[in-house]
């Protein structure tokens, strides 16, 4: 498969989501779980990336329905949702992303991601869904999410997926490594993609090799802070 590198917008920027996307990058994330502004800064940055061929994916902040019917109103060219750890909750997320037959989304021709009307809804490509895999029960229940229909990439957290080995080690299939290889073969079996945030870039050439797809790099806010650091540190007093 393809590798696609993406990164993650926490500032709510549009002249950062339009200058991510006028550097080439395949996708960003906009971040309503952990990101510094709200939904309604969501719109602008989708319209930010009109024309280009970065692909606007937002990350909800919880499985709601009616949040992800709207970003995807909105234009969001996929969602990402944070915790799966179940067939049963990837199976409500893409119930709440797709019109009937397949889902129950709230239906209308008006909306941004049909053109305002004058794009029949038909024509509208299927959003593409990332479940996130931050905990052990994710990793354990990773093969029966892969195995969802409409589920298109396993996202591994790796911050909430340490986080809980470090404090429920007894109950996890083995330590980051093994984990990180248990998604990549439950997706690649069920033929999914898998993807990871990568902080460190020394870090990508490892995910490549272990067989990650979606590689987002780091954040526009961690991006800023870091550079503003290294800057700042050139000018220290002894």
Not at 119 to 134: D, F, K, S, V
Not at 171 to 193: H, I, Q, R, S, Y
Request: glycine share 8%; charged share 20%.
């Amino acid at each position: 498969m393809k590798t696609h590198i993406g990164t993650f917008l926490s500032i709510g920027s549009p002249t950062i989501a339009e200058l991510a996307a006028l550097s080439g990058f395949d996708w960003v994330l906009i971040d309503l779980e952990h990101g510094s502004a709200s939904e309604a800064a969501v719109p602008d940055q989708l319209r930010a990336l009109r024309g280009s061929k970065t692909r606007g994916i937002v990350r909800v902040g919880s499985p709601h329905a009616d949040l992800i019917a709207r970003v995807l109103d909105w234009g969001a060219q996929g969602i990402m949702i944070p915790h799966v750890s179940s067939a049963a909750a990837a199976e409500a997320i893409v119930q709440a992303a797709h019109y009937a037959p397949r889902g129950a989304r709230g239906y209308s021709r008006t909306v941004r991601a049909h053109e305002f009307g004058l794009r029949p809804a038909e024509q509208t490509p299927a959003p593409i869904i990332m479940a996130q895999i931050e905990s052990i029960e994710g990793v354990n229940h990773a093969a029966a999410i892969a195995h969802v229909d409409g589920i298109d990439v396993l996202f591994v957290g790796p911050a909430d997926l340490q986080h809980d080995l470090t404090h429920r080690a007894a109950a996890a299939p083995g330590d980051f490594a093994a984990c990180l290889n248990l998604v990549v073969t439950a997706a690649k079996d069920a033929g999914k993609e898998t993807g990871i945030l990568a902080r460190d870039l020394a870090d990508v050439p490892h995910y490549l090799a272990q067989g990650f797809t979606q590689i987002a790099i780091d954040s526009d806010l961690a991006i800023l802070r870091k550079n503003w650091q290294q800057t700042l540190s050139k000018f220290s007093q002894p």
